[in-house]
Protein backbone atom coordinates (compact mmCIF):
# COMPACT_ATOMS: atom_id res chain seq x y z
CA UNK A 1 0.00 0.00 0.00
CA UNK A 2 1.51 3.53 -1.01
CA UNK A 3 2.25 5.95 1.83
CA UNK A 4 -0.34 7.84 0.78
CA UNK A 5 -2.90 5.23 1.03
CA UNK A 6 -1.55 4.41 4.73
CA UNK A 7 -1.87 7.75 5.68
CA UNK A 8 -5.56 8.31 4.76
CA UNK A 9 -6.05 5.42 7.26
CA UNK A 10 -4.77 6.64 9.71
CA UNK A 11 -6.49 7.57 12.37
CA UNK A 12 -5.52 10.74 12.85
CA UNK A 13 -7.26 11.79 9.09
CA UNK A 14 -10.25 9.24 9.68
CA UNK A 15 -11.22 5.71 8.27
CA UNK A 16 -12.09 5.41 4.93
CA UNK A 17 -14.83 3.88 3.05
CA UNK A 18 -16.28 -0.34 3.01
CA UNK A 19 -16.93 -1.31 -0.08
CA UNK A 20 -20.16 -3.67 -1.03
CA UNK A 21 -21.65 -5.23 -3.90
CA UNK A 22 -25.48 -5.64 -4.65
CA UNK A 23 -24.55 -7.80 -7.34
CA UNK A 24 -22.97 -11.07 -5.94
CA UNK A 25 -21.50 -11.63 -9.80
CA UNK A 26 -20.11 -8.33 -9.62
CA UNK A 27 -18.58 -9.18 -6.23
CA UNK A 28 -16.44 -11.30 -8.27
CA UNK A 29 -14.27 -8.93 -10.02
CA UNK A 30 -12.37 -8.85 -6.16
CA UNK A 31 -11.60 -12.60 -6.62
CA UNK A 32 -9.76 -14.97 -8.35
CA UNK A 33 -12.70 -15.80 -10.51
CA UNK A 34 -13.64 -12.39 -12.05
CA UNK A 35 -13.21 -14.16 -15.45
CA UNK A 36 -17.12 -15.25 -14.29
CA UNK A 37 -18.41 -12.06 -14.69
CA UNK A 38 -17.35 -11.67 -18.29
CA UNK A 39 -16.30 -7.99 -18.30
CA UNK A 40 -13.54 -7.54 -20.42
CA UNK A 41 -9.99 -7.43 -18.82
CA UNK A 42 -9.56 -3.49 -18.56
CA UNK A 43 -12.59 -2.77 -17.10
CA UNK A 44 -12.12 -5.55 -14.34
CA UNK A 45 -8.68 -4.03 -14.10
CA UNK A 46 -9.53 -0.16 -13.72
CA UNK A 47 -12.30 -1.17 -10.87
CA UNK A 48 -9.96 -3.28 -8.77
CA UNK A 49 -7.47 0.09 -9.28
CA UNK A 50 -10.48 2.44 -8.10
CA UNK A 51 -11.96 0.15 -5.76
CA UNK A 52 -8.60 0.40 -3.55
CA UNK A 53 -8.92 3.69 -3.88
CA UNK A 54 -12.53 4.63 -3.03
CA UNK A 55 -11.44 2.45 0.06
CA UNK A 56 -9.36 5.27 0.68
CA UNK A 57 -11.89 8.20 0.32
CA UNK A 58 -13.18 9.41 3.82
CA UNK A 59 -16.49 10.45 2.35
CA UNK A 60 -18.65 11.04 -0.39
CA UNK A 61 -16.90 14.87 -1.12
CA UNK A 62 -13.31 13.41 -1.45
CA UNK A 63 -15.31 10.82 -4.32
CA UNK A 64 -16.42 14.07 -5.78
CA UNK A 65 -13.29 15.94 -6.00
CA UNK A 66 -11.80 13.63 -7.78
CA UNK A 67 -11.74 14.21 -11.19
CA UNK A 68 -10.31 11.28 -12.55
CA UNK A 69 -13.07 9.06 -10.98
CA UNK A 70 -15.60 11.11 -13.51
CA UNK A 71 -18.51 11.58 -10.74
CA UNK A 72 -22.16 11.93 -11.59
CA UNK A 73 -25.03 12.82 -9.82
CA UNK A 74 -26.76 13.45 -12.75
CA UNK A 75 -28.45 10.56 -13.54
CA UNK A 76 -30.09 10.21 -10.19
CA UNK A 77 -32.53 12.03 -11.60
CA UNK A 78 -33.65 9.43 -13.80
CA UNK A 79 -34.05 6.85 -11.09
CA UNK A 80 -30.10 5.55 -12.12
CA UNK A 81 -28.61 6.59 -9.06
CA UNK A 82 -25.30 8.29 -8.54
CA UNK A 83 -22.15 7.35 -10.95
CA UNK A 84 -18.51 7.28 -11.66
CA UNK A 85 -17.13 6.48 -15.64
CA UNK A 86 -15.43 3.20 -16.21
CA UNK A 87 -12.64 3.45 -19.80
CA UNK A 88 -13.83 2.74 -22.29
CA UNK A 89 -17.46 3.38 -22.51
CA UNK A 90 -19.28 1.86 -18.91
CA UNK A 91 -20.49 3.47 -16.30
CA UNK A 92 -20.39 2.05 -12.17
CA UNK A 93 -23.59 2.88 -10.46
CA UNK A 94 -23.39 3.15 -6.71
CA UNK A 95 -25.38 4.13 -3.87
CA UNK A 96 -23.23 5.16 -0.41
CA UNK A 97 -24.95 3.93 2.71
CA UNK A 98 -24.65 6.15 5.69
CA UNK A 99 -26.12 3.88 8.68
CA UNK A 100 -23.79 1.63 8.69
CA UNK A 101 -20.53 2.72 11.13
CA UNK A 102 -18.55 3.47 8.22
CA UNK A 103 -19.86 5.13 5.12
CA UNK A 104 -20.01 2.37 2.37
CA UNK A 105 -19.94 2.41 -1.31
CA UNK A 106 -22.46 -0.12 -2.51
CA UNK A 107 -22.08 -1.02 -5.81
CA UNK A 108 -25.52 -1.41 -7.58
CA UNK A 109 -24.97 -2.17 -11.19
CA UNK A 110 -22.13 -2.13 -14.37
CA UNK A 111 -23.24 -0.89 -17.43
CA UNK A 112 -21.97 0.16 -20.94
CA UNK A 113 -22.52 3.71 -21.21
CA UNK A 114 -24.99 4.97 -23.62
Known amino acids: MSSRLARLRD ?17 LVET ?15 LRTQLCLIRAAPDERTLRNWKSLGYDEGEALFGRGKSVSVPPNWRLYFRLDEARPLPTFVVVSLTPAQ
Do not use: C, H
Not at 11 to 27: N, R, T
Not at 32 to 46: C, F, K, M, Q
Open 11 to 27: PVYGEGMEVAFDDSKLA
Open 32 to 46: EDAALTELPVSVIRW
